[in-house]
T-cell receptor, first 110, second 112 residues
Framework: QKEVEQNSGPLSVPEGAIASLNCTYS??????FFWYRQYSGKSPELIMF????GDKEDGRFTAQLNKASQYVSLLIRDSQPSDSATYLC??????????FGAGTILRVKS | EADIYQTPRYLVIGTGKKITLECSQT?????MYWYQQDPGMELHLIHY???????EKGDLSSESTVSRIRTEHFPLTLESARPSHTSQYLC???????????FGSGTRLTVV
């Protein structure tokens, strides 16, 4: 079992819809969780982080964390074609290193 | 505005050559990391450092080496490049476990 698991996708949503991206992790001791966006050929860019159970909102993005169920999700409201990218979930692991999932490809169709 | 810089952005080099990929950050971060990523594939940690004179190998076996003589500088060296080293190399740094990494723009290496 991988430490951080994501559905590889692609997840296709129409423009204006809500995109829901999910991630599960195996280490119950993990304390901090991150979502990165990576455009093709570019480096990952941090878009959200969350430490506490519940929801955290930032503009069109909402991160949701459920430590009991060991999952973290990212909702993107009013999806735009410019949101089309690979979204990487990352979890703070042993030795202060981030453990990354393989990423979910999101395609927003206009 | 990037606070972590990687050079060169693109490099095409012949087999057997020695190369050094540069990474510098101006944020004073102690922790720095090198990742390797093939197109459409996962990030693989190849080296990391927790401060000056600290270097460790990552989860993915790599023939590269790193050094950390100054806080801001974390270069990666390949003594003898091979076509199997063709990949994108990403450098990152972080300040505290509560914060994520800041990535550099990456170096896309092609060994012919």
């Amino acid at each position: 079992q991988k430490e951080v698991e994501q559905n590889s996708g692609p997840l296709s949503v129409p423009e204006g819809a809500i995109a829901s991206l999910n991630c599960t992790y195996s280490d119950r001791g993990s304390q901090s969780f991150f979502w990165y966006r990576q455009y093709s050929g570019k480096s990952p860019e941090l878009i959200m982080f969350i430490y506490s159970n519940g929801d955290k909102e930032d503009g069109r993005f909402t991160a949701q964390l459920n430590k009991a169920s060991q999952y973290v999700s990212l909702l993107i409201r009013d999806s735009q074609p410019s949101d089309s990218a690979t979204y990487l979930c990352a979890v703070n692991g042993i030795g202060n290193k981030l453990v990354f999932g393989a990423g979910t490809i999101l395609r927003v169709k206009s | 505005e990037a606070d972590i810089y990687q050079t060169p952005r693109y490099l095409v080099i012949g087999t057997g050559k020695k190369i050094t990929l540069e990474c510098s950050q101006t944020m004073g971060h102690d922790k720095m990391y090198w990742y390797q990523q093939d197109p459409g594939m996962e990030l693989h940690l190849i080296h990391y450092s927790y401060g000056v004179n600290s270097t460790e190998k990552g989860d993915l076996s790599s023939e590269s080496t790193v050094s950390r003589i100054r806080t801001e500088h974390f270069p990666l060296t390949l003594e003898s490049a091979r076509p199997s080293h063709t990949s994108q190399y990403l450098c990152a740094s972080r300040d505290d476990r509560l914060y994520g990494y800041t990535f550099g723009s990456g170096t896309r290496l092609t060994v012919v």
